[in-house]
């Protein structure tokens, strides 16, 4: 195996869709979901990953979380195969690799205080769990204390993605995957988002892979980017390079309806 | 979750507003009332169990001493019909919790595993579907035997695949929510990720369904008493009694016309109660009375 030094190594990573479409006789139409996707992402860093709906950002989000065996190639953290690694090997991965997600409601138990949905996360971590540990984690994403105890239908937008970040936070990972973390919120509600999150990874020195649709979110706190699209890697570098000088049309296309949306608005 | 004190309050709220299926809960709590201490209040508990005959007092009509008649061994069917709520609460809470229990628990499983092994048991239920629960449970009962313990339980064998197919469709919807995916991700044992993600959030739907089954399992356990099968004689049940009054109906209407009203009544009120659970659980509903405050 590869020893090297970046936290997450993702080697030609393709996933595949069987879907079946025959009426009678067994009939499959494959989807190329994730095409042969290779990167690395360095301790610290944060990576972006821009790409239109349907560019399979999301699915190659939920294999590196672990939730998803790609079809072929391999994803390494820390050097281990995330789909080998069993035991207490297994556990350390799990620990340090979380996930925020675009729907904040969908994303929290609807049936659960807070409280108890980070009470879970923080006993499946092995962690304390008393009233110190999590009123702190609430300070640390900017939240009331009174929030712990109410159900996720009884928050706003931005406090749900609130509480979705500190239960990311809550086993101290070393990687935070953040699928669309603002796409759902109301224009001011993201901004407060995106500062948090560059606060935490500050902070905290963590490392993101952060995918969305939007140029904008992602030069805001990234620095280098992969451009996707039907499941392959189109462009990559700099995020200054791609916005204003973007090789590929898809990027130049990609960037293109972020300024028209934003000159909208101005206007 | 739908068993919380948060909720219970809620739907209390709820009912104050909504006088059909407030109707409904009074009647319900009226008959819950009487089938637990009907044997305390009834003016002939011996009548009402069916012990005492009275030849020289049989087939009288409704009087002051007996409000509804009397039949025609000569007891007392005010006593018999209040003490027949009893048998009909047992039925029906009997039915639906033991077919809630057959069908949650094996859909569950099923809908979590999906693959292979969900489809099996989908394919089991649907043979059970393809049958009217009434003709199921005859061939149960007929096979199992008579009496009110063997009327619960070919009941409930007609009735589970209703709550399977519910429950199977909601885990199966519930299983791909980011919460499963979340919960997954920070390392929650997989019976934790069962019983406390998937299970609570997929109930709502087959609670519903079971409070409107309460009256519809009343109305088929009094069909198959009603034919024979069911309850037996002395045993005052409201199918049974209808049956023993129906071929003197025209000398003695008052034996099978109370215990039709009752049956009628309660019916009815598990229906309103039922109808008024289920759109306070409708999600856009409740959106509404959110935004409106209540």
């Known amino acids: ?88 090997k297994y556990r350390y991965f799990r620990k340090n690799v979380q996930m925020v997600f675009q729907n904040p409601f969908g994303s929290l138990n609807p049936s659960m205080k807070i409280r108890d ?40 937008g931005g406090q749900a993605q609130r509480v979705a970040i500190a239960r990311a936070i809550a086993t101290q990972p070393k990687l935070l995957i953040l699928d669309e973390p603002t796409s759902a919120l109301d224009v001011s509600v993201q901004a407060q988002i995106l500062t948090l999150l560059k606060k935490i990874q500050t902070e905290k020195g963590l490392t993101y892979i952060l995918i969305s649709h939007d140029i904008g979110v992602i030069r805001y706190l990234c620095k280098r980017v992969i451009v996707m699209k039907a499941g392959k890697i189109v462009e990559q570098g700099d995020i200054e390079d791609i916005i204003y000088r973007p090789k590929e049309e898809y990027t130049k296309r990609l960037v293109e309806s972020l300024l028209r949306l934003y000159g909208y608005i101005e206007n | 979750m739908i068993i919380s004190s948060r909720f219970i309050r809620e739907y209390y709220e709820y009912l ?155 885990v199966t919807t519930v299983k791909n929510m980011p919460y499963i995916d979340a919960a997954k991700i920070a390392g929650i044992n997989t019976p934790t990720i069962i019983f406390k993600y998937i299970l609570p959030n997929s109930l709502t739907p087959v609670t519903v369904q079971a409070f409107l089954d309460m009256g519809a399992a009343i109305l088929e356990a009094a069909a198959l008493s009603f034919i024979g099968i069911g309850v037996q004689p002395p045993n005052p049940e409201w199918g049974l009694m209808i049956s023993e009054g129906w071929y003197l109906i025209g000398v003695a209407w008052w034996i099978s016309i109370f215990p039709g009203i009752m049956l009628f009544l309660v019916v009815m009120a598990f229906n309103f109660l039922g109808d008024s659970f289920r759109e306070f659980n409708n999600p856009k509903v409740r959106r509404l009375l959110e935004s409106r405050g209540i």
């Not at chain 1, 996707?37 to 989000?61: C, H, P, Q, Y």
């Not at chain 1, 996360?121 to 304390?128: D, G, H, I, N």
């Not at chain 2, 209040?82 to 809908?111: K, T």
């Open chain 1, 1 to 88: 195996m590869i020893k090297s030094k970046s936290l997450l190594k993702v080697q030609n990573v393709t996933i595949l869709f069987r879907k079946n479409i025959g009426v009678l006789k067994k009939e499959d139409m494959i989807i190329r979901a994730v095409d042969g996707i290779s990167f690395d992402v360095e301790e610290g860093e944060i990576l972006g990953i821009a790409g239109e709906s349907g560019s399979g950002k999301s699915t190659l989000a939920k294999s590196i979380a672990g939730l998803l065996k790609p079809t072929s190639g391999i994803i390494l953290f820390e050097g281990e195969n995330i789909y080998e690694i069993k035991g207490e």
């Open chain 1, 117 to 156: 949905t980070l009470k879970d996360v923080l006993k499946a971590a092995k962690k304390e769990t008393n009233e110190d540990v999590l009123r702190s984690l609430m300070e640390f994403v900017n939240l009331n204390y009174e929030i712990l105890d109410k159900y996720p239908s009884e928050l706003s």
């Open chain 2, 16 to 170: 104050k507003k909504d006088k059909l299926g407030l109707t409904g809960a009074i009647i319900v709590m009226i008959f819950i009332f009487l089938a637990v201490f009907a044997p305390y209040i009834v003016p002939y508990p011996a009548d009402a169990w069916g012990y005492a005959y009275n030849i020289e007092q049989r087939l009288q009509p409704p009087s002051l001493a007996h409000p509804f008649g009397t039949d025609v061994y000569g007891r007392d069917v005010f006593s018999r019909v209040i003490l027949g709520s009893r048998f009909s609460l047992i039925i029906a809470l009997g039915v639906v919790s033991i077919a809630l229990l057959i069908g949650v628990v094996l859909e569950l499983f099923a809908g979590y595993l999906g693959g292979r092994i969900g489809t099996f048991f989908m394919r089991i239920t649907d043979m059970f579907l393809a049958f009217p629960p009434i003709l199921l449970a005859l061939l149960f009962a007929v096979v199992i035997g008579r009496g009110l313990l063997n009327l619960i339980i070919s009941l409930s064998l007609a009735w589970w695949p209703w709550y399977a197919r519910l429950t199977y469709v909601q």
